[in-house]
């Protein structure tokens, strides 16, 4: 058996928080926004991180190319910390930031998809379509911040579980002879 690299574990981690922070969502309705608004500063920050890392590990071999990585890396760690220093602020910020971070992060990963498909092997249908879905609720909360605030729950819970499942698939995927 392969020894498992360090994105594994990055994937791994991020893969079970995002679906334990999916759950929560929506199995307590009753949350403090506030609260809601610390744990999704904790994600963004993790998930720009992580963003940063393949950005790292991918432009070594290819250049130029996932340079979108970076940009919705650093998004994602400004928001998240924007999120963790500025709670209150930022629950009336997360109708924009929200939006905007799963714009961004959505984007980010269907353009680095291919590349890490060359090193998992096999296919990334479910990445695809799961970010294709994410542009489009981030698009529809930007539209209307009123949408955002009324489905925050159920979008944000469902849809972080399906991401919590993709970066674990991701996390199994790994190919130890790259990283």
Do not use: K
């Amino acid at each position: 058996m392969n020894r498992r690299s360090g994105l594994f574990w990055v994937e791994l981690v991020l893969g079970i928080l995002l679906i334990a922070l999916g759950v929560l969502a929506l199995a307590h309705p009753t949350l403090v926004l506030t609260g809601m608004v610390f744990l999704y500063g904790i994600a963004a920050v993790i998930l720009g991180v992580t963003d940063l890392v393949i950005y790292a590990r991918l432009s070594h071999d290819f250049g130029f190319g996932p340079v979108i990585s970076l940009i919705a890396g650093i998004v994602s760690v400004m928001a998240g910390v924007m999120l963790l220093v500025y709670p209150r602020t930022g629950a009336l910020a997360l109708t924009i930031l929200f939006p905007l971070w799963f714009i961004s992060h959505c984007i980010s990963r269907l353009f680095h998809l291919h590349h890490l498909r060359f090193f998992y092997g096999g296919g990334c249908t479910f990445g695809i379509v799961l970010n294709v879905i994410g542009l489009v609720l981030g698009f529809l909360m930007l539209m209307s911040p009123l949408f955002t605030l009324t489905t925050l729950r159920w979008l944000s819970g469902l849809y972080l579980i399906l991401l919590g499942i993709d970066s674990a698939l991701m996390a199994f995927q790994c190919n130890d002879e790259w990283f």
